[in-house]
């Protein structure tokens, strides 16, 4: 299961805060915040937050200030960061089945498997998606107003185009055939049956 650390995950919410204070500001002058603000509003306990927001800044996301104004901005747009290269900055790649690692071939199922295409599919439309979610569409007030295009590998040698306000539609039809596709048909009848709840 994908699941990210609660270093990304502060990380994540460290930056779309300093993203929605600059929005709001609406360029009446930088504004920033402290560690204990944000630790305080989100509830972070501030020693791991102050590791988060120093590593941020030794990769360039964010720039922090000395004194009575001092605190931590963004060093870039919010526009130009996008949600997968700060989940690697504090995770590493992200990595759905170890086919996809450089030890993948270790796997004694790697000759005979028969989801491993199917599986990069789903991976690489994973990293994908991650990777067209900026840090300005998550403070935005819809989130989805100003994502990209994202394409989404549903099918097999065959990718469906994404446009805002169609992707309910569209993680209807991955989750879909994820269920009764090709990776669905292998799936017992109670796991099946989990995933069409969800």
């Given at each position: 299961?994908?699941?990210?650390?609660?270093?990304?995950?502060?990380?994540?919410?460290?930056?779309?805060?300093?993203?929605?204070?600059?929005?709001?500001?609406?360029?009446?002058?930088?504004?920033?915040?402290?560690?204990?603000?944000?630790?305080?509003?989100?509830?972070?306990?501030?020693?791991?937050?102050?590791?988060?927001?120093q590593k941020l800044v030794?990769?360039?996301?964010?720039?922090?200030?000395?004194?009575?104004?001092?605190?931590?901005?963004?060093?870039?747009?919010?526009?130009?960061?996008?949600?997968?290269?700060?989940?690697?900055?504090?995770?590493?790649?992200?990595?759905?089945?170890?086919?996809?690692?450089?030890?993948?071939?270790s796997c004694e199922q790697?000759?005979?498997?028969?989801?491993?295409?199917?599986?990069?599919?789903?991976?690489?439309?994973?990293?994908?998606?991650?990777?067209?979610?900026?840090?300005?569409?998550?403070?935005?007030?819809?989130?989805?107003?100003?994502?990209?295009?994202?394409?989404?590998?549903?099918?097999?040698?065959?990718?469906?185009?994404?446009?805002?306000?169609?992707?309910?539609?569209?993680?209807?039809?991955?989750?879909?055939?994820?269920?009764?596709?090709?990776?669905?048909?292998?799936?017992?009848?109670?796991?099946?049956?989990?995933?069409?709840?969800?």
């Open positions: 299961m994908l699941k990210l650390t609660k270093r990304a995950d502060y990380g994540l919410i460290a930056l779309k805060h300093l993203a929605t204070q600059e929005r709001r500001a609406n360029g009446s002058g930088e504004v920033g915040a402290t560690t204990k603000e944000i630790a305080e509003l989100y509830r972070i306990p501030v020693p791991h937050l102050a590791k988060v927001l030794r990769e360039g996301f964010l720039r922090s200030a000395q004194g009575s104004n001092g605190g931590y901005r963004l060093a870039k747009e919010a526009s130009q960061i996008n949600a997968l290269e700060v989940i690697r900055v504090f995770d590493g790649p992200v990595i759905l089945t170890s086919c996809f690692t450089d030890h993948g071939g790697s000759e005979r498997c028969n989801v491993r295409e199917p599986l990069r599919k789903i991976h690489e439309g994973i990293l994908g998606l991650l990777a067209s979610i900026t840090i300005a569409d998550m403070a935005s007030d819809d989130p989805l107003a100003h994502q990209p295009l994202v394409k989404l590998y549903a099918k097999p040698g065959a990718a469906s185009e994404v446009h805002q306000g169609d992707s309910e539609q569209a993680i209807q039809r991955v989750h879909d055939d994820a269920v009764s596709g090709p990776l669905g048909r292998n799936l017992t009848g109670q796991r099946r049956e989990e995933l069409r709840e969800c």
